[in-house]
């Protein structure tokens, strides 16, 4: 299940490093939990047996993400199990668990989580090595978020700048109003701004790692090695401001070898976690949102699976196509028949954002979509409803 990464820890792949050695070290070849994964006061054997950045004052060695050397809480990347601290910290751990999901490392169904051959590669490689470096861009490539980020800066020439203000992550908003206990509502399925913020950030840091992109104006520990070494004290800072950067690659050769997306964006990850809306005046919108959410979720997941397909088919899809899919059973794919085509042309922009972008071109007056690329259907898939499925598999264009 890939979701879509939104805190700062997660961005640093030393510290992710350091988790796997401690996992693969304790849970190989077996299932574990996410409670497993947090540093646990006074165990023979935690995450900081294995850390390469830990700070120390003269007496402990400690996280240097915690401004409190005591804290039990202990690992700035998972937090610990002791119940006495903030227990809204919690969330760090299923984030982190999230991303060495999103890069391939471990398998994560639910609250079971496991390692993946290419979790023991990474575990076993050494840090600061070129093998590290090759395993770092695979993992950042199998991410779909990512390949949306490199689809928007496909224009860019290698050597390039841009600004990070240019690159829009999230999920989309559709603008789509409806009718709720007799009071016109605005459904809340696009990201919100700061959580924007956090998932660009983090996607960055990890094409930094990767190679694909650097920093402009962040000092490099040497001007040569790999970048995530390179790059070493900027990855791990505790804030990575840089409001531009530059194309370390081609972003168009990276297309060319790209291939199948193993860990696009699957069903429910499609939309945000709506019931996370607790803001003043936001209980109406809150619950007309996840009225319609399964009906927002089929009509993303559907643009995901008729993309897919054309690719492995090799044809492009016309807009048209698209739409017919979804008029044909609106019980499943249509929220508001009178805007449903505007929403549809606002919606198309979530196949960036779960990782199998599109270029668009005209003939004859009519619209088509290339999809650049495969995803992983497996993964996709997951929790898709059957009939969902099946309407699109018998859907010809």
């Known amino acids: 299940m890939a979701y879509l990464i939104n805190r700062n820890p997660a961005a640093r792949f030393e510290c992710l490093h350091a988790l796997m050695k401690f996992l693969a070290h304790n849970f190989r070849d077996k299932t574990f939990g996410?409670?497993?994964?947090?540093?646990?006061?006074?165990?023979?054997?935690?995450?900081?047996?294995?850390?390469?950045l830990l700070r120390y004052n003269g007496l402990i060695k400690f996280c240097r993400y915690k401004q409190n050397p005591l804290d039990m809480a202990g690992c700035g990347l998972t937090n610990g199990k002791d119940k006495d601290y903030d227990t809204t910290k919690?969330?760090?751990?299923?984030?982190?668990?999230?991303?060495?999901?999103?890069?391939?490392?471990?398998?994560?169904?639910?609250?079971?989580?496991?390692?993946?051959?290419?979790?023991?590669?990474?575990?076993?490689?050494?840090?600061?090595?070129?093998?590290?470096?090759?395993?770092?861009?695979?993992?950042?490539?199998?991410?779909?978020?990512?390949?949306?980020?490199?689809?928007?800066l496909e224009s860019y020439r290698k050597g390039q700048e841009f600004s990070i203000n240019s690159l829009k992550i999230g999920y989309p908003n559709s603008e789509e109003q409806v009718h709720y206990n007799n009071v016109l509502v605005s459904l809340s399925s696009g990201s919100e701004k700061d959580?924007?913020?956090?998932?660009?950030?983090?996607?960055?840091?990890?094409?930094?790692?990767?190679?694909?992109?650097?920093?402009?104006?962040?000092?490099?520990?040497?001007?040569?090695?790999?970048?995530?070494?390179?790059?070493?004290?900027?990855?791990?800072?505790?804030?990575?401001?840089?409001?531009?950067?530059?194309?370390?690659?081609?972003?168009?050769g990276i297309?060319?070898?790209?291939?199948?997306?193993?860990?696009?964006?699957?069903?429910?990850?499609?939309?945000?976690?709506?019931?996370?809306?607790?803001?003043?005046?936001?209980?109406?919108?809150?619950?007309?949102?996840?009225?319609?959410?399964?009906?927002?979720?089929?009509?993303?997941?559907?643009?995901?699976f008729l993309l897919n397909d054309s690719f492995k088919k090799g044809r492009e899809i016309s807009y048209t196509a698209v739409k017919n899919v979804m008029l044909s059973r609106s019980d499943l794919f249509v929220v508001n028949k009178d805007s449903f085509?505007?929403?549809?042309?606002?919606?198309?922009?979530?196949?960036?954002?779960?990782?199998?972008?599109?270029?668009?071109s005209v003939r004859d007056g009519e619209l088509y979509f290339?999809?650049?690329?495969?995803?992983?259907?497996?993964?996709?898939?997951?929790?898709?409803?059957?009939?969902?499925?099946?309407v699109l598999k018998s859907f010809i264009y």
């Open 34 to 52: 996410l409670k497993d994964a947090k540093y646990e006061e006074g165990a023979a054997d935690t995450v900081k047996n294995y850390c390469t």
């Open 90 to 152: 919690s969330k760090e751990v299923s984030n982190t668990i999230n991303a060495l999901h999103a890069l391939g490392f471990v398998e994560r169904n639910n609250r079971d989580v496991s390692i993946t051959d290419f979790g023991y590669e990474f575990a076993d490689a050494e840090y600061g090595q070129d093998l590290m470096q090759k395993i770092i861009f695979k993992a950042v490539l199998s991410y779909g978020p990512e390949i949306g980020i490199l689809s928007e």
């Open 195 to 252: 959580s924007m913020t956090r998932t660009k950030s983090c996607l960055l840091a990890w094409l930094t790692a990767a190679g694909v992109i650097e920093p402009v104006g962040a000092a490099s520990v040497s001007s040569s090695g790999p970048s995530h070494l390179r790059y070493r004290d900027f990855l791990n800072g505790p804030l990575r401001n840089k409001g531009s950067y530059r194309l370390s690659m081609d972003i168009g």
């Open 255 to 304: 297309f060319k070898k790209l291939g199948e997306v193993t860990r696009p964006l699957d069903y429910d990850n499609l939309t945000k976690l709506t019931k996370a809306l607790r803001e003043n005046n936001q209980e109406l919108i809150r619950k007309a949102t996840l009225k319609y959410e399964t009906v927002i979720k089929n009509r993303r997941f559907a643009i995901l």
């Open 341 to 360: 085509d505007s929403t549809l042309k606002k919606e198309m922009s979530i196949a960036n954002i779960a990782g199998i972008p599109y270029s668009k």
């Open 370 to 390: 290339h999809a650049k690329n495969s995803v992983n259907f497996h993964e996709l898939s997951k929790n898709a409803p059957a009939d969902v499925i099946g």
